[in-house]
């Protein structure tokens, strides 16, 4: 079990930025696909981002595609969501989660999850 866990959420306004970062316990960190969801209030979790175990290889949502990026530092067992041009409907929980799978959306693929971090969008 990988242990994770998120940080950098917070209040933003549209069109601003926010940066999510997710520590993980895992040795070695680059044994693990990693992915970040949303689950918007009364909704149910849905993908946003995954990262191949390397870096190399990146699928994002169509709904954040070109407004988000994931990325990874394997180096220091964190990976990243930088946000831009945030909307509204961006306002969600954000979670990261750790898969053995290669770069899969859903999230019963995942094994592990951290506890998840508050973003709100206000317009």
């Known amino acids: 079990q990988v242990q994770l866990v998120e940080s950098g959420g917070g209040l933003a306004q549209a069109g601003g930025s926010l940066r999510l970062s997710c520590a993980a316990s895992a040795r070695p960190f680059s044994s693990y696909g990693m992915g970040w969801f949303r689950q918007p209030p009364g909704k149910e979790r849905e993908f946003v981002a995954t990262i191949s175990r390397s870096g190399i290889t990146t699928l994002h949502a169509d709904s954040v595609k070109g407004r988000f990026t994931i990325s990874r530092d394997n180096a220091n067992n964190t990976v990243y969501l930088q946000m831009n041009s945030l909307k509204p409907e961006d306002t969600a929980i954000y979670y990261c989660?750790?898969?053995?799978?290669?770069?899969?959306?859903?999230?019963?693929?995942?094994?592990?999850w951290g506890q998840g971090t508050q973003v709100t969008v206000s317009s």
């Open positions: 989660a750790a898969t053995t799978g290669v770069i899969p959306t859903s999230p019963r693929s995942y094994n592990s």
